[in-house]
């Protein structure tokens, strides 16, 4: 079955065709208004291109790089495709998924949901036009301060992703769809380029779940550290160094739209009132037994004196950094976890964040960490079939 599910996706996400762009961003689809017209149709945005040719994968050249990076196209230039080929191809439980990835639905990069039957979550910042329309207005303006570093972290993950989802369709038997493997690797080679630009913990832990899913069909993932990363334009980045991060900006500005969001974060005038002090907590989820945990705590809108982690409610002892790790999980290490952190604000306070559950599976149960919608992205459209991120009963 999970054979099956992975030749209908990859049929899919092959035969994703994007044209080139106007100046103007692509405005996105209506939720479910895919429609079922040929793929060829998607012309939403302007993707890299390079030539195909031979049996092997990592030679080729970029012929050309966008003008616009526009992701919002990318997300639906991936998902009204995968629409579009349902009509033609049984895709099963796959199709119920589609609308997650469309750009007028997409917050696909947070935690997981364990209670869920699919557990994708999102972040809180819609990805298309606002978390990934920072990462685009850096790559598409040149006067913008991180441009340069910002194209150079762009190119360099892109050209990971083409060869790495090119070897994954190579070795389930798929070599005579390369033909169309630049229309796979501009939207869905595009799209995950810019997820990892974001830097941000959740981030990182689906993007390694897309690994692991590689790993599962046989595909060697990049080498550690070969993904470059621009955490300034991710959600806890400062753009502007005004001293409120760009999930702040968001969420003060969002009632005005994403032009005006991404203007603020790039301005340093526009600032955000002081929020209230709070922290978060990054990291939790469905491990497996023998992996390692990292848990992050990002204290918002003040300066920490000190940490404290806790499990069920019980102090850790010499837990009292901004992260706690755990090397080697047994199932013991399974529960709910809190990090208080104090604050001088008149007087001393204690601000304690939400609980973040840790659930142990065995080894070989089927990994789900944090940020499953990016594994749905990857894994489900492309690599692993929907079975993978279904939640085990």
Not at 40 to 58: Q, R, S, V
Not at 74 to 99: E, H
Not at 194 to 212: K, R
């Amino acid at each position: 079955m999970k054979k099956a599910l992975i030749v209908n996706s990859m049929l899919a996400l092959a035969l994703v065709v994007c044209g080139s762009a106007s100046a103007a961003l692509h405005t996105p689809v209506a939720a479910g208004a895919c429609g079922t017209s040929l793929p060829t149709t998607f012309n939403y945005c302007e993707l890299p291109t390079f030539p195909m040719g031979g049996t092997t994968t990592g030679t080729e050249p970029i012929d050309t790089w966008p003008v616009v990076y526009d992701f919002c196209g990318m997300l639906d230039g991936t998902a009204c495709s995968v629409n579009a080929i349902s009509s033609m191809v049984s895709l099963g439980d796959m199709a119920d998924l589609i609308p997650l990835l469309q750009c007028i639905n997409a917050d696909i990069n947070g935690p997981v949901d364990t209670g869920a039957a699919i557990p994708v979550t999102g972040n809180g910042i819609p990805d298309g036009q606002f978390e990934l329309g920072v990462v685009g207005e850096a790559l598409s303006n040149s006067a913008n301060p991180y441009n340069a570093e910002a194209l150079a972290a762009f190119k360099t993950n892109f050209k990971i992703m083409k060869d790495t989802i090119a070897a994954a369709l190579i070795g389930e038997g798929y070599w005579g769809l390369t033909s169309m493997i630049p229309a796979l690797t501009g939207s869905l080679g595009g799209v995950l380029s810019g997820y990892v630009m974001l830097g941000d913990p959740t981030t990182d832990l689906a993007i390694e779940q897309i690994f692991i899913l590689l790993q599962g069909i046989g595909v060697t993932p990049p080498a550690a550290g070969s993904l470059v990363q621009v955490p300034e334009l991710g959600p806890l980045g400062d753009a502007d160094g005004d001293g409120a991060n760009n999930r702040a900006e968001y969420m003060y500005y969002k009632a005005n739209g994403a032009a005006a969001v991404i203007a603020a974060t790039f301005d340093a005038a526009q600032t955000p009132p002081v929020q209230t002090a709070k922290v978060i907590v990054l990291g939790g989820g469905i491990k497996q037994a023998d992996t390692d945990l990292e848990l992050t705590a990002n204290a918002l809108n003040c300066t920490p004196l000190t940490f404290q982690w806790s499990k069920d409610t019980t102090p850790i002892a010499s837990a009292s950094g901004s992260s706690f790790s755990i090397q080697g999980l047994q199932a013991s290490d399974s529960g709910s976890y809190v990090c208080t952190i104090t604050i001088d604000a008149k007087a001393t306070v204690e601000i304690n964040s939400a609980p973040v559950v840790v659930d142990v599976v065995p080894v070989g149960s089927v990994p789900i960490a944090g940020g499953l919608g990016l594994a749905l992205l990857a894994g489900a459209c492309a690599l692993g079939g929907v079975g993978s991120i279904r939640r085990r009963k």
